[in-house]
């Protein structure tokens, strides 16, 4: 018996005996939304004050983010092909490179990328690999700024679950990179961003 | 699984005083059948009882347990309500009995009988529908809200009961989720760790400084109070049924404890 | 003051007395803590976050009860997107799946994200022996391996550590000198994973749950580990316990909305992850390749079990934190991967034929039900306990401390045996009863009193009001 067989096997006569199975209860759309989801009217604003709960700083223009980039100072900045509309702008402030490779992972203080969509609900937003191709762009600097479509944003978690994307690498980011490991200390900045920003268009 | 929703609410009732009660706590079975003919019931004493069996059941010594659970129920024939004055002995009646009777062929009468069980609380409240209880009880208390009745009604059942006797505060007080510490057997085979948490729970109740510490289970009290009078820090117990009762006297709670 | 009674001794229990109260209150403020942000959060979002449990766990049960059908098609769906899977019987055809992948892929060097199922089976010292190298890249679960110490709570593997502790073994590793600043700590770490995560060839992670129908593996971490793990390496390898199957991403809605919340009372983990394949051609970063190794490792004895409901587990460690023994005890007592309630029934299961060196473990309880109160999945946890303790009892598992119960069945079946027990119990009061050669008595009289003996005297006054209201059934 190969091992696939004999887990199958184990799992088929470990049910067996069952005198009835649990039938698959309906699980309907909403059905775990938070009660105060419903009385909030506008996505945007909503998506706005819970990325601010999450800890995810909302730029609405491209110069808000620029100018908050500059206060920081930002000297290289990643911007990829997808967002070259917005290369005139920032060269005029800050280093820009459209090129992220492994070896220059610590000399990259921001990095710009653009996002398939967020949850309002959550003030999550959504990379894939379809919109944001470079993994490590999105998680390696100290700075990540997605940039968010308005009508790309889901109201909610279920909404955003049933519409997933067909990429086999989807990831939901909540907030920047933290931890509580020591003493239950919250601290950000383990391995991904410090800084999660958000610039919506 | 026992319908809880589907047990009698006639006002003839059985009592079943628990074993505790036999042997040491005698006025709060006497509160509990003086609150319940107060509230209008006839109360029947089956003499014959002896322990609902849960400290053979938690040991894992089953067949020890339906031994005490089959007299049990042999004892509470009928279709009356069976009323307890403890969450614990309640939830072994209508919970811990059909699990220990899993695959046993008289499982379907051991349930008839949980299935006519309440605890005090919930049958005054849920049973027989009162929503406030009269008289008077001037104090403050903290009332710890016994492990067994999480999941049911009964909880916030006393607490209705109790907010709403005049004269009566009851204090909130911190991780009051927590177990006291007693667990049956528990209490002697895990001695550290039962004692720690008995502490823990003193000290949370100490803070809030009651006149009384409530609970509508004994076994908790007589560990807590059995610890803090250990600890020379005594500390005054009532069950919530001694409360009920003595509001109806205006007394001030003079009673056993 | 510990207890020292002449009686055999529980292991907790003994655990307990000695463990350092410093560690005692640090995993006391971190769990209560938990607790009640959890409580908090699930208040404010739901009207009824019981029913979300309870929907919760027939989810998981159904999928339990159909895990054939839901596991078959996990497999597909990922096979179909370019996923390798295997299976693995024991943890030890598990860890040898993973060092096959790796030695034949040519690599040495590999990152982890946290995961338990890789705790269960021992990966990193399996690879260790066959010369690869693990890193665990979760911060907790690093400092962990480097102390060559266990994981203390499911959530928060050092909660039983100090800064000091942590700045002492930094130094040791040379990741510079003293210096128990968390931040600090925090920052060193980040800057020696990070040449950790580039120079490793495959990254190694568990999973939270597999979706059937669309083959996704999700994580979530809130340290970014696990997309870290795999943005940089060639291969990625998930082991995932068989039981983690889901029906589909609609049901992820309940389970991740219950997760974060559970867990570390967050509404959701900072990285939520949905993986099914290896990255596309076209693509810059990301595993070339992705095995999924399902684990057995006695999961179907579970499921064959009486004790099955225990698979439905999330492992959010919301059990863990609201448990008074745990808190009192910390993980260690446990001596398993699993600590606190969810262990006490998980524990003794995946232990086979060692159930009896654990069999104690179902006994840590008072009985007390919060972890089922808590538990996102309503896993009946005080129910398990006392079936694995009828099981104890009935392999003759001698339990130190426990009580024979036959003279208690004999008085609780004869009335009359039992109503002249309740008179005669009055001599108490006149007995030296702490000086009496009864264990359990003295157990009991160490820490407290017992209250004065008034057996029968109830039934007496219920005999003299008889007539007047009701009287005496028979
Ligand atoms: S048993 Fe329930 S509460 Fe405990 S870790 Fe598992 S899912 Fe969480």
């Given at each position: ?6 887990v ?17 209860p ?25 990325a601010?709960?999450a ?9 808000g983010?620029?100018?908050w ?15 070259a ?54 998680l ?62 | 699984?026992?319908?809880l ?13 628990t074993?505790l ?21 006839e109360?029947v004493?089956?003499e014959?009882?002896t ?6 059941f938690n ?13 049990t ?11 307890v ?10 919970h ?16 008839q ?33 016994a492990?067994?009745?999480r ?10 009961l ?21 667990g ?14 008995g ?30 009078e250990r ?27 | 003051?510990p207890c ?13 007395a ?5 560690v ?7 769990t ?12 404010d ?11 919760a ?6 999928t ?7 596991l ?5 769906s990922l ?26 892929a040519?690599?040495?060097k ?6 338990m ?17 693990s890193?665990e ?9 480097i ?19 942590i ?12 210096n128990?600043?968390?931040?600090t ?8 994973m990070?040449g ?45 316990g ?25 509404q ?18 990301g ?7 399902f ?10 079990s ?16 609201v ?11 446990y ?8 262990g ?25 039900g919060a ?8 896993i009946?946890?005080?129910?398990l306990?006392?079936?694995?303790r ?58 407290r ?26």
């Amino acid at each position: 018996m190969t091992a696939r067989e004999k887990v199958f096997s184990g799992i088929k006569s470990a049910l067996a005996p069952l005198p009835e199975r649990e039938a698959r209860p309906a699980v309907p759309h909403g059905v775990a939304d938070p009660q105060w989801l419903a009385g909030e009217a506008d996505n945007v604003a909503l998506f706005k004050k819970r990325a601010k709960v999450a800890g995810t700083l909302c730029f609405d223009t491209p110069g808000g983010c620029l100018s908050w980039l500059y206060e920081q100072q930002a000297k290289t900045v990643y911007l990829p092909e997808a967002l070259a509309s917005l290369d005139a702008k920032f060269a005029e402030f800050v280093q820009l490179t459209h090129d992220y490779t492994r070896g220059r992972v610590d000399e990259i203080d921001a990095a710009l990328t653009l996002a398939h969509g967020a949850i309002a609900e959550t003030g999550t937003i959504i990379l894939t690999d379809e919109s944001t191709p470079d993994r490590l762009a999105a998680l390696a600097p100290w700075t990540h700024i997605a940039v968010v479509r308005k009508d790309t944003i889901h109201r909610s978690v279920a909404d955003a679950l049933a519409a997933m994307p067909d990429d086999p690498n989807i990831i939901w980011v909540t907030g920047p990179s933290k931890t509580a490991d020591v003493e239950g200390i919250l601290i950000q900045g383990v391995h991904g961003p410090g800084v999660q920003g958000c610039l919506l268009v | 699984m026992i319908n809880l929703a589907t047990r009698p609410t006639s006002k003839r009732v059985q009592l079943m005083a628990t074993c505790l009660c036999d042997a040491f706590y005698d006025d709060v079975a006497k509160a509990t059948v003086e609150v319940l003919e107060h509230a209008g019931c006839e109360v029947v004493f089956p003499e014959n009882q002896t322990c609902c069996g849960q400290p053979a059941f938690n040991c894992g010594q089953w067949p020890a347990a339906r031994t005490v659970m089959r007299h049990t129920a042999q004892v509470f024939a009928g279709d009356e309500p069976i009323i307890v004055p403890s969450g614990s002995c309640a939830a072994m009646m209508f919970h811990g009995a059909t699990l220990e009777f899993e695959g046993e062929k008289d499982r379907a009468a051991i349930e008839q009988v949980g299935g006519r069980t309440w605890e005090l609380g919930d049958f005054l409240v849920n049973g027989l529908g009162i929503k406030e209880w009269p008289g008077e009880f001037h104090a403050r208390i903290a009332f710890h809200r016994a492990c067994h009745t999480r999941g049911t009604a009964s909880g916030p059942a006393v607490m209705q009961l109790l907010e709403s006797i005049k004269g009566l505060r009851v204090l909130p007080f911190g991780e009051a989720e927590q177990c006291c510490g007693f667990g049956g057997t528990f209490s002697v085979s895990f001695p550290n760790v039962s004692t720690a948490m008995g502490e823990l729970k003193l000290e949370h109740v100490e803070a809030v400084d009651p006149d009384y510490l409530v609970s509508g289970d004994m076994s908790c009290l007589m560990h807590l109070s059995g610890l803090a009078e250990r600890e020379h820090r005594p500390i005054k117990t009532l069950h919530f049924a001694q409360i009920l009762r003595d509001a109806l006297h205006h007394r001030h709670g003079q009673a056993t404890h | 003051m510990p207890c020292t009674t002449a009686m055999a001794k529980q292991l907790i229990d003994t655990y307990v007395a000695e463990l350092p109260p410093t560690v005692q209150k640090a995993v006391h403020q971190s769990t209560a803590t938990t607790t009640e942000k959890r409580y908090q959060l699930l208040g404010d979002d739901f009207t009824d976050s019981d029913a979300l449990r309870k929907l919760a766990g027939s989810i998981r049960q159904h999928t339990l009860e159909h895990l054939d059908t839901y596991l078959a098609q996990a497999e597909e769906s990922l096979t179909a997107r370019g996923a390798k899977v295997h299976y693995a019987v024991t943890a030890d055809d598990a860890c040898r799946a993973v060092t096959e992948i790796l030695l034949s892929a040519g690599i040495t060097k590999v990152v982890k994200s946290k995961s338990m199922v890789t705790e269960e089976i021992h990966l990193n010292d399996y690879l260790a022996n066959h010369g690869i190298e693990s890193v665990e890249s979760d911060l907790g679960e690093y400092i962990v391996q480097i102390d060559g110490d266990h994981p203390s709570h499911i959530v928060r593997p050092i909660i039983h550590k100090t800064r000091g502790d942590i700045a002492r073994s930094f130094e040791r590793e040379g990741l510079g000198d003293y210096n128990d600043d968390p931040e600090t700590i925090t920052r060193r770490a980040r800057k020696f994973m990070r040449g950790k995560y580039l120079e490793a060839g495959a990254g190694i992670t568990g999973a939270n749950f597999v979706t059937a129908d669309t083959g996704r593996l999700v994580l979530v971490t809130n340290e970014g580990n696990s997309r870290f793990c795999l943005a940089p390496a060639k291969v990625h390898i998930a082991l995932v316990g068989i039981e983690k199957v889901v029906p589909s991403d609609a049901d992820l809605a309940v389970l991740l909305n219950l997760l974060g919340r559970s867990a570390t009372g967050q509404q959701l983990t900072v990285y939520t992850e949905f993986i099914n394949g290896p990255r596309r051609h076209d693509r810059p970063s990301g595993p070339e390749q992705m095995h999924v190794v399902f684990v057995d490792n006695r999961r179907t004895e579970v499921l064959a079990s009486d004790c099955k409901e225990i698979l439905r587990c999330i492992r959010c460690g919301a059990c863990l934190n609201v448990c008074p023994v745990y808190r009192q005890a910390s993980g260690h007592a446990y001596r398993s991967v699993y600590p606190g309630p969810v262990g006490a029934v998980l524990s003794p299961l995946l232990a086979g034929d060692k159930f009896k060196e654990l069999a104690d473990l179902p006994k840590a309880s008072s009985l007390c039900g919060a972890c089922n109160e808590v538990c996102p999945v309503d896993i009946p946890i005080p129910d398990l306990l006392l079936r694995l303790r009828r099981r104890a009892h009935e392999e003759h598992v001698p339990s130190p401390g426990t009580p024979p119960m036959a003279g208690f069945a004999l008085l609780g079946s004869h009335p009359l045996i039992w109503r002249s027990a309740m008179t005669f119990g009055a001599a108490k009061d006149y007995l030296p009863l702490d000086k009496m050669p009864v264990p359990y008595l003295g157990s009991w009289l160490k820490t407290r009193t017992l209250p004065k003996w008034r057996g029968g005297k109830f039934r007496t006054w219920m005999k003299s009001r008889h007539g007047r209201n009701g009287g005496n059934g028979k």
